[in-house]
Nanobody, 123 residues
Framework: QVQLVESGGGLVQPGGSLRLSCLASGTVFSIYTMGWYRQAPGKQRELVAFVTSGGITNYTDSLKGRFTISRDNVKNAVELQMNDPKPEDTAVYYC?????????????????WGQGTQVTVSS
């Protein structure tokens, strides 16, 4: 069983910085993408950014230049560095792992989600 454990959320002031971390626990053969989504109250969950096992990154256009995603393939971990956050970045942030192959189901590409971590940007 794969679990994604997030950490690093909390309250941050506008213009500050915050780093979110996510660690995939359990035995896996491979994880193709690791990334972050977010969901603000009353809104749909949206992509923030993801990174492939080969290091290719993809960001929502509005967040380019402020947020940076990084990944450690050995640790099966992903981080999101949030710089210059704005109040509109307030949301629950979810870690996502896609294209996951585990020993018990080597022919399946599975998707996993973390439990979510609250990020509040406010002065």
């Amino acid at each position: 069983q794969v679990q994604l454990v997030e950490s690093g959320g909390g309250l941050v002031q506008p213009g500050g910085s915050l780093r979110l971390s996510c660690l995939a626990s359990g035995t896996v053969f491979s994880i193709y993408t690791m990334g972050w989504y977010r969901q603000a109250p009353g809104k749909q969950r949206e992509l923030v950014a993801f990174v492939t096992s080969g290091g290719i990154t993809n960001y929502t256009d509005s967040l380019k230049g402020r947020f940076t995603i990084s990944r450690d393939n050995v640790k099966n971990a992903v981080e999101l560095q949030m710089n210059d956050p704005k109040p509109e970045d307030t949301a629950v942030y979810y870690c996502n792992a896609g294209g996951v192959v585990v020993p018990s189901a080597p022919r399946l590409f599975q998707t996993y989600w973390g439990q979510g971590t609250q990020v509040t940007v406010s002065s």
